[in-house]
């Protein structure tokens, strides 16, 4: 059982069944036997429906060869993006700074699959990205393992403490990110 607003640290070995559960739980995969059920109705009824409610931010994130604003509003048309909303959510994951740094600011190209910055800033762009479509749930699956481990104190902290309605799943192998 899941309860709303919670965090949840999921932490096993390489073949233990992480993955294949987050694929579940995003009705990626269909139970083979039994059924996930939310508020007691199973997900698989409305699927889109239920899929909409999360953010999946990957270990490996695919960025767009453009700004670090059209990765953040992923999909979105231009004139749609909410500017305001882009910046707040890059300042929570601890962008500010490089943001201020960079001459481009929000506009800063990232290059194909982000190679004009580092590991870590293109994770903080997935997180971003994650808040900037205001889920319910959000899984962060070994997302912040391209952080020193100062980084990624810093910014679970403020990812834990928004508390803005958001059930909250971490999984990692790192028991210490987990802790």
Known sequence: KFYKNKIYGLKGNSGSGKSTFINLLTGLL?????????????????????????????????????????????????EDINKDLAQKVLNQVGLKKFLDGSKDGI????????????????????????????????????TTSALDAETEKRILDNLFNLNQGITIIFVSHNLTAIN
């Open 107 to 142: 506009n800063t190209l990232v290059g194909e699959k982000g190679v004009k910055i580092s590991g870590g800033q293109k994770q903080r762009i997935g997180l971003a990205r994650a808040l900037y479509n205001n889920p319910e749930i959000i899984i962060l699956d070994e």
């Open 30 to 78: 269909k139970p083979s036997s039994g059924d996930i059920l939310v508020d007691g109705n199973s997900i698989n009824q409305n699927i889109h429906s239920w899929q909409n409610n999360i953010a999946y931010v990957p270990q490996d994130l695919f960025l767009l060869d453009d700004t670090i604003l059209n990765n953040v509003a992923f999909g979105q048309n231009i």
